[in-house]
T-cell receptor
Framework: NAGVTQTPKFQVLKTGQSMTLQCAQD?????MSWYRQDPGMGLRLIHY???????DQGEVPNGYNVSRSTTEDFPLRLLSAAPSQTSVYFC????????????FGPGTRLTVL | DAKTTQPPSMDCAEGRAANLPCNHS???????VYWYRQIHSQGPQYIIH???NNETNEMASLIITEDRKSSTLILPHATLRDTAVYYC?????????FGAGTRLTVKP
């Protein structure tokens, strides 16, 4: 099993550009989520999904969109990048909502100029 | 608005037990306590979780006080590879709210 994979590892954007961060898992997990981590801080939940076709907002959803068309994939879209979105983004998955032994990906380091 | 309080940093000698405290005085009766760690800049790694009773697995032990207002994560024989930020988490509306955690440094 590859576990949770994220691409790209690094990305630099200009203000106003859009892009999609990719996340995939091969463990047949129902629950997937996206977090951001700013320097020196803990992780904050952006969006999550309890299964294909179902998504919901977390603590800091503004400026981000998600969709879940398959169990395996959970992409995060930045609609119009802003410097405040400079952060490290982590994707995570677990068997189902409420089963909180989550498996995290390696992260995507995003810089918005 | 994490529901937990942890010291910002701790040191531990290699080979000794590392005891990481966490206060969660507003925890509800059915809320679990989870511990994760983050080594360098990697994604967080699950360690252990518990509700009332003490728990042990291959990585660590979790001691929860009888009133459930605090807990302690114990790494029985810390190694240099245990240097990491350790997060104590209580679920908030089923969200895992990570606070700033405790930066544990294991020294030779």
């Amino acid at each position: 099993n590859a576990g949770v994979t994220q691409t790209p590892k690094f990305q630099v954007l200009k203000t106003g550009q859009s892009m999609t961060l990719q996340c995939a898992q091969d463990m047949n997990h129902e629950y997937m989520s996206w977090y951001r981590q700013d320097p020196g801080m803990g992780l904050r939940l952006i969006h999550y999904s309890v299964g294909a076709g179902i998504t919901d907002q977390g603590e800091v959803p503004n400026g981000y969109n998600v969709s879940r068309s398959t169990t395996e994939d959970f992409p995060l879209r930045l609609l119009s990048a802003a410097p405040s979105q400079t952060s490290v983004y982590f994707c995570a998955s677990s068997y189902f909502e409420g089963y909180n032994e989550q498996f995290f990906g390696p992260g995507t380091r995003l810089t918005v100029l | 608005d994490a529901k937990t309080t942890q010291p910002p940093s701790m040191d531990c000698a290699e080979g000794r037990a590392a005891n990481l405290p966490c206060n969660h005085s507003t925890i509800s009766g059915n809320e679990y306590v989870y511990w994760y760690r983050q080594i360098h800049s990697q994604g967080p790694q699950y360690i252990i979780h518990g509700l009332k009773n003490n728990e042990t697995n291959e990585m660590a032990s979790l001691i929860i006080t009888e009133d459930r207002k605090s807990s302690t994560l114990i790494l029985p024989h810390a190694t240099l590879r245990d240097t990491a930020v350790y997060y104590c988490i209580v679920l908030y509306n089923n969200d895992m709210r990570f606070g700033a955690g405790t930066r544990l440094t294991v020294k030779p």
